[in-house]
C-alpha cells in the first residue's frame, strides 16, 4: 500500500484549466459510512491503476436526495438535486461513476427532469468497460474457484437492468459464480431500500435481510458479492446474525477486483 491515494477535486483541476473524464460522486454512505470507505478507496485504488482521469467534488458533493424522496419529502429532495445539479452544471460535468445504485438511480432517472443531464455509469459498468478496453487486467488468482454469490441491487438490477456487469467480473476472476433462488429480475431487496436504511423495521415474522441472507448460505458461498453500501450493511448483517462472518465474507465487487489485483 506504498502508493498514495490520488484523489483530486473537480475545484483543483477546473482551477488548473483541466476537464476529467468523469466525476466520482461518492456518495453519503461512501463518505461517512467506515465500512463502505473501505469500497471508495478499493475503487479509487482501481482508477488509480488504470491511470483514468477523475476527480470528485468533495466538500461541494451533497446528497442526491434519494432517500428524502423515497420517505416522502419530495421538497428536501428538490432543495438537495437542484444544489447539486447547480454545482456539476457550473463544472460543465459530463459522466458521472457511482458505487452507489440509490445515487446512480437517482442521478440517471431523477435528476434530469430538474436540469441534471449526465452520462451515469454504476461502477461495476465502469470497471467492465476498463477491462473490456484493456486498461486494466485480471488474473483469477486469488479467487480462483472460490464460490461466490451476487446479490443484485434493487436499484443496479430491476430499476435499471445492469446485471450481467457485475457477473462477468465475478467470472472474470475464474471464480464460480452460485445464483440464489431469487435473483437477476426476481431478485430480493436486501431490507434497506426506500429509505428503510435508516430506521428499525416493522414488526413481522422475519427482517427482508434475514430471509434474503438465508437464501446466500443456501448457496453454500464462500463470499457474497455486493455492488451497493446498503446491501453490503444489511447482508454482512444477516450472516452476523447467523453466526457466519468467520467463514462467509460480503465485498464489493470492487474490492474483489481490487484484492485480485493486490491493490
Given at each position: 500500500?506504498?502508493?498514495?491515494?490520488?484523489?483530486?477535486?473537480?475545484?483543483?483541476?477546473?482551477?488548473?484549466?483541466?476537464?476529467?473524464?468523469?466525476?466520482?460522486?461518492?456518495?453519503?454512505?461512501?463518505?461517512?459510512?467506515?465500512?463502505?470507505?473501505?469500497?471508495?478507496?478499493?475503487?479509487?485504488?482501481?482508477?488509480?491503476?488504470?491511470?483514468?482521469?477523475?476527480?470528485?467534488?468533495?466538500?461541494?458533493?451533497?446528497?442526491?436526495?434519494?432517500?428524502?424522496?423515497?420517505?416522502?419529502?419530495?421538497?428536501?429532495?428538490?432543495?438537495?438535486a437542484v444544489t447539486n445539479i447547480e454545482v456539476m452544471n457550473a463544472y460543465g460535468i459530463t459522466k458521472v461513476v457511482t458505487a452507489c445504485p440509490h445515487c446512480f438511480n437517482t442521478l440517471k432517472n431523477e435528476y434530469p427532469g430538474l436540469g441534471g443531464?449526465?452520462?451515469?455509469?454504476?461502477?461495476?459498468?465502469?470497471?467492465?468497460?476498463?477491462?473490456?478496453?484493456?486498461?486494466?487486467?485480471?488474473?483469477?488468482?486469488?479467487?480462483?474457484?472460490?464460490?461466490?454469490?451476487?446479490?443484485?441491487?434493487?436499484?443496479?438490477?430491476?430499476?435499471?437492468?445492469?446485471?450481467?456487469?457485475?457477473?462477468?467480473?465475478?467470472?472474470?476472476?475464474?471464480?464460480?459464480l452460485v445464483e440464489m433462488k431469487n435473483c437477476k429480475s426476481r431478485g430480493l431487496c436486501c431490507g434497506a431500500g426506500g429509505a428503510q436504511m435508516f430506521k428499525e423495521p416493522e414488526k413481522g415474522d422475519k427482517d427482508i435481510n434475514i430471509e434474503r441472507t438465508e437464501q446466500a448460505l443456501d448457496t453454500q458461498p464462500e463470499i457474497i458479492a455486493a455492488a451497493c453500501p446498503f446491501c453490503n450493511t444489511m447482508m454482512t448483517d444477516g450472516v452476523k446474525n447467523k453466526e457466519k462472518e468467520k467463514d462467509i465474507k460480503v465485498m464489493d465487487i470492487a474490492e474483489l477486483i481490487a484484492t485480485a489485483e493486490d491493490l
Open positions: 500500500m506504498g502508493s498514495e491515494l490520488k484523489v483530486p477535486t473537480m475545484a483543483a483541476l477546473f482551477a488548473a484549466g483541466k476537464q476529467p473524464e468523469v466525476l466520482f460522486w461518492v456518495g453519503c454512505a461512501g463518505s461517512f459510512d467506515d465500512r463502505a470507505k473501505k469500497i471508495t478507496k478499493a475503487f479509487v485504488k482501481i482508477l488509480n491503476k488504470a491511470n483514468v482521469s477523475f476527480a470528485v467534488l468533495g466538500t461541494e458533493e451533497s446528497c442526491t436526495g434519494d432517500p428524502a424522496k423515497r420517505a416522502g419529502n419530495e421538497f428536501l429532495f428538490q432543495m438537495q443531464n449526465y452520462e451515469v455509469v454504476h461502477h461495476t459498468e465502469f470497471l467492465k468497460k476498463l477491462l473490456d478496453d484493456g486498461r486494466i487486467t485480471l488474473e483469477g488468482g486469488t479467487f480462483k474457484g472460490k464460490r461466490i454469490t451476487f446479490h443484485d441491487p434493487c436499484y443496479l438490477g430491476r430499476a435499471n437492468g445492469v446485471y450481467e456487469a457485475p457477473r462477468d467480473l465475478i467470472k472474470k476472476l475464474d471464480a464460480e
